[in-house]
C-alpha cells in the first residue's frame, strides 16, 4: 500500500471490554509510533517502536495499555477493561529508513467507550 | 518541560485574504519543528520540516518560517480547499528524538 493503514476506522465498544487496534506501516519503515488524539487536545505520544530495540513505553497512560509489533511490520495498540476516558482517535505512524524525521500519519482508528 | 503554543486557536478568511498562523514553543534543543495539515475524520499530513533558526520553506500557497522561539505558517491568497486543521510539532532530545510534541492546532476557515 501507498501509505500508513489502520484497522478499524471506528470501534464503539462497552466500559470494561477489551479492544485491539491494528497499524500497517508503509512498506519498510523500521519505526512506528502511537498517538492520541482527544477532543480539543494535542496528539499525546503513546508508543514507539524502532526495528528490534525495545520499545519506547513511556507515554503509555496506564497498564491497560499494551502494545506490539509482530515481525518489524503490523502494530497492535491492545486497551483492557475500557474507560470512557479512553474515547479519542488513535493515530499511527511510521517513519523511513534513512528518510530523517518526518513521521507519516494513517487515516486513525476512533475509538468510543460507552 | 517542552511545550507548544499555537494562535489563534481558529481562524476564518475569505478567499484571497492572507494571513499566518503562529506556532510558540519551549524545547531544550530543538531538533526539528514540523507543520502538518489535518483535515476532519483524517490523520495529519505532513507539510514541512524545519531545523534551524531562519531557515524558511514553501509549499504552493503556504511559507513555513523559523525563528529560535516560534515558526509562522504563512498563507498567501488562501482558497476554500485550504481550510484545514494546520498542526506544528516540535522534536527535542529531551523528549527523545523520537517522539513528537504537538500543539492543538489552528483550524482555518476559508470562505469563497
Known amino acids: 500500500g501507498a501509505g500508513v493503514s489502520q484497522s478499524p476506522s471506528n470501534k464503539v465498544t462497552e466500559k470494561g471490554k477489551d479492544v485491539e487496534l491494528r497499524c500497517d506501516p508503509i512498506s519498510g519503515h523500521t519505526a512506528l509510533y502511537w498517538y492520541r488524539q482527544s477532543l480539543g487536545q494535542g496528539l499525546e505520544f503513546l508508543i514507539y517502536f524502532q526495528g528490534n530495540s525495545a520499545p519506547d513505553k513511556s507515554g503509555l497512560p496506564s497498564d491497560r495499555f499494551s502494545a506490539e509489533r509482530t515481525g518489524g511490520s503490523v502494530s497492535t495498540l491492545t486497551i483492557q477493561r475500557t474507560q470512557q476516558e479512553d474515547s479519542a482517535v488513535y493515530l499511527c505512524a511510521s517513519t523511513a529508513i534513512g528518510g530523517g524525521d518526518t513521521q507519516y500519519f494513517g487515516p486513525g482508528t476512533r475509538l468510543t467507550v460507552l | 518541560e517542552d511545550q507548544v503554543t499555537q494562535s489563534p486557536e481558529a481562524l476564518r478568511l475569505q478567499e484571497g485574504e492572507s494571513s499566518s498562523l503562529n506556532c510558540s514553543y519551549t524545547v531544550s534543543g530543538l531538533r526539528g519543528l514540523f507543520w502538518y495539515r489535518q483535515d476532519p475524520g483524517k490523520g495529519p499530513e505532513f507539510l514541512f520540516t524545519l531545523y534551524s533558526a531562519g531557515e524558511e520553506k514553501e509549499k504552493e500557497r503556504l511559507k513555513a518560517t523559523l525563528t529560535k522561539k516560534e515558526s509562522f505558517l504563512h498563507i498567501t491568497a488562501p482558497k476554500p480547499e485550504d481550510s484545514a486543521t494546520y498542526l506544528c510539532?516540535?522534536?527535542?532530545?529531551?523528549?527523545?528524538?523520537?517522539?513528537?510534541?504537538f500543539g492543538t492546532g489552528t483550524r482555518l476557515l476559508v470562505s469563497p
Open positions: 510539532a516540535v522534536q527535542a532530545p529531551a523528549t527523545g528524538f523520537q517522539k513528537l510534541v
